[in-house]
C-alpha cells in the first residue's frame, strides 16, 4: 500500500492553516492573507459540522447559521486540510500546539466530560499532568488533536492514515511533542491513531479506560502519542512526509511585526531560506 504525501493524480493536497496569533514553521509557501485563512477555516469547519451532524455527533442546534461547527480552540491552532482541485475542504484536523508550560486547566481536555466525571476524573488529570511534566523536560510541545473530520468519498481511502502521518511529521518538524487525542471508535477514528503509534492514556501504570460521551453520543478513547517513537512500519512514511512539509501551501493572518521577523528566520527545520520566503518578508514591511 502506497501511503506518502504526495497528491498523485487525485487533484488532492495538503494545506495548513496557521493560528492566528503566533510564529510560523520553515515552511516555503507561506501567503498572509486573513480573507483567504478565514474562508478555509470556515469550509473546515462546515465539513466538520455536516459529518457530525449525519454521525449524531452534534445538533442542528449546534451548529452557526450557515452550518459551521466552531469550537473556541480552532483560531489557535493550526489546521492540517485536504483540499481538492477547487480549493473544496475535503478532510481536516486541528492541532492545537502548547507550550509545555501550560497547566492542565488551560488545555481544552480539562472542559471534556470524562475530566469533569467525579470517577475518571482526578485519574485523567493525574496523567495528563505526568505527561506535561514529561514534556517540560524534554523540551518539547504538548499537542491536543481535535476536529478530525473526512469527508465520504474519502472515507475508504488512505486518507485519515496520511493526515496523521503529516501530523507526526509537523510534530517532529517543531522539534517534537507529546500529544492527545480525544478519539472515537465511530469510522475507526481510534484504532488509526493506535496504528501509528497512539497508546491508552495511564496513570499511574493503569489505563484510563474508554468512555460514552453523552454530548456527542458515542464511544470514545483518550489517547496519547509521542511523536518520536510512531510504529515502526510507518517511520519511513512519516520522513517522506516531513522532508515535502516545506512544499505544502500555508496561509496565515495578517503579518505583524514578530510575524515579519519569524518569516525572516524561517529556515531551521527543512531547510535554508528561500527567495520566495525574503520577499514575502519584504512585501510585509511595506
Request: charge should be neutral.
Amino acid at each position: 500500500m502506497k501511503l506518502g504525501c504526495t497528491t498523485g493524480q487525485s487533484g488532492r493536497q495538503f494545506m495548513l492553516l496557521a493560528p492566528s496569533q503566533g510564529a510560523l514553521l520553515p515552511f516555503h509557501q507561506a501567503l498572509c492573507d486573513s480573507t483567504r485563512r478565514d474562508q478555509l477555516l470556515a469550509e473546515a469547519q462546515k465539513l466538520r459540522g455536516r459529518i457530525y451532524l449525519q454521525d449524531g455527533a452534534i445538533q442542528a442546534s449546534d451548529l452557526s447559521p450557515d452550518g459551521r461547527h466552531i469550537q473556541a480552540a480552532d483560531d489557535l491552532a493550526w489546521h492540517l486540510l485536504t483540499v481538492d482541485e477547487k480549493e473544496g475542504v475535503t478532510a481536516c484536523i486541528r492541532y492545537f500546539a502548547h507550550e509545555s508550560s501550560v497547566r492542565f486547566s488551560e488545555l481544552s481536555v480539562a472542559c471534556s466530560g470524562i475530566a469533569r466525571s467525579a470517577e475518571l476524573g482526578p485519574r485523567v488529570r493525574e496523567a495528563i499532568e505526568a505527561e506535561l511534566d514529561f514534556a517540560r523536560r524534554r523540551g518539547i510541545l504538548y499537542v491536543e488533536l481535535g476536529g478530525w473530520a473526512v469527508s465520504e468519498s474519502l472515507r475508504c481511502s488512505t486518507e485519515a492514515i496520511r493526515t496523521l502521518l503529516t501530523v507526526y511529521a509537523l510534530s517532529q518538524v517543531q522539534g517534537g511533542a507529546l500529544g492527545l487525542s480525544s478519539a472515537t471508535t465511530r469510522h475507526h477514528s481510534s484504532s488509526i491513531l493506535r496504528r501509528i503509534g497512539g497508546r491508552t492514556l495511564r496513570s499511574n501504570g493503569v489505563e484510563v479506560p474508554s468512555y460514552y460521551d453523552p454530548k456527542y453520543g458515542c464511544e470514545m478513547e483518550l489517547l496519547s502519542f509521542d511523536s518520536t517513537a510512531p510504529n515502526e512500519r510507518y517511520a519511513i512514511w512519516i520522513d517522506d512526509c516531513r522532508r515535502l512539509l516545506h512544499q505544502v501551501p500555508v496561509v496565515a493572518c495578517a503579518p505583524t511585526e514578530t510575524f515579519t521577523s519569524d518569516l525572516l528566520h524561517l529556515g531551521a527545520a527543512v531547510g535554508g531560506r528561500s527567495a520566495r520566503l525574503t520577499r514575502q518578508a519584504e512585501l510585509v514591511r511595506i
